[in-house]
């Protein structure tokens, strides 16, 4: 009589972390949130375009400057989400820097150095004009979204650190410390014009990611450990 003899086969395990970063990715509730967000951007225009019929001047004043703030306020949302997008592209290839380190004895050498910044510059597509990424930009914008009530008004005499860093890409993009409208001129520069369109942050940050996952899958074929 015949009998069925299990057999084990062990599976690579920087194969199963490359796994785990896009299940991660592909799991992420992330378009469905922009797609909300996006929906709520846009009825705050319609508010703004409604508001002019049979008004006065300063009824539509005061609902423009109520939508306009909310808007910036759901954009600001917006790049608050997509940073915890970033954040786990981040960690999925740290996560396989930490094993190599460990198990090989060396240091993967995927990219340049293994800094947070290269991570966010690598595959990403550059801004002309400002030398950041998109991807630096929507994490520089989110910081600025959490942060920016804790600014001094004159943004010069911020401490050196992640706040100065900060500023600097968020001005490099046009923001201004007098403007109520950093969030919707971010938007614009990354191509979402009618502020509603968020969704293209996730087409920018999906081909961000994937460039940044075949990179470190092609140093390790390189390394011959998968």
Avoid at 144 to 167: A, C, E, M, V
Avoid at 199 to 205: D, E, I, K, W
Wanted: charged residues 25%; negative net charge; hydrophobic residues 35%.
């Amino acid at each position: 009589m015949a009998t069925n003899t299990f057999q084990y086969t062990p599976i690579n395990p920087y194969l199963l972390l490359l796994r785990l970063w896009e299940e991660d990715l592909d799991y992420s509730p992330l378009i469905p949130c922009l797609e909300a967000l996006g929906n709520a951007i846009r009825r705050c225009s319609q508010v703004i375009s409604c508001a002019g019929r049979n008004r006065s001047e300063d009824y539509v004043e005061a609902v423009t400057d109520q939508q306009t703030e909310v808007i910036e306020t759901l954009l600001g949302t917006t790049f608050v989400l997509c940073q915890t997008y970033i954040a786990c592209t981040v960690s999925s290839a740290e996560r396989l820097e930490c094993f190599f380190q460990q198990k090989e004895k060396r240091t993967l050498n995927a990219l340049e150095n293994t800094e947070k910044t290269t991570k966010l510059r690598h595959g990403a597509r550059a801004i002309d004009g400002t030398g950041y990424t998109d991807i630096q930009a929507i994490h520089a914008f989110a910081n600025y979204f959490k942060h920016r009530d804790s600014w001094t008004i004159d943004w010069n005499d911020l401490p050196k650190g992640n706040q100065t860093k900060t500023r600097d890409i968020v001005c490099a993009l046009g923001a201004d410390p007098t403007s109520s409208g950093n969030l919707r001129a971010a938007a614009e520069v990354l191509g979402n014009c009618d502020y509603g369109s968020v969704l293209v942050f996730a087409n920018r940050l999906e081909s961000w990611s994937k460039e940044l996952k075949n990179r470190y899958k092609a140093q390790l074929e390189t390394e011959n450990v998968i």
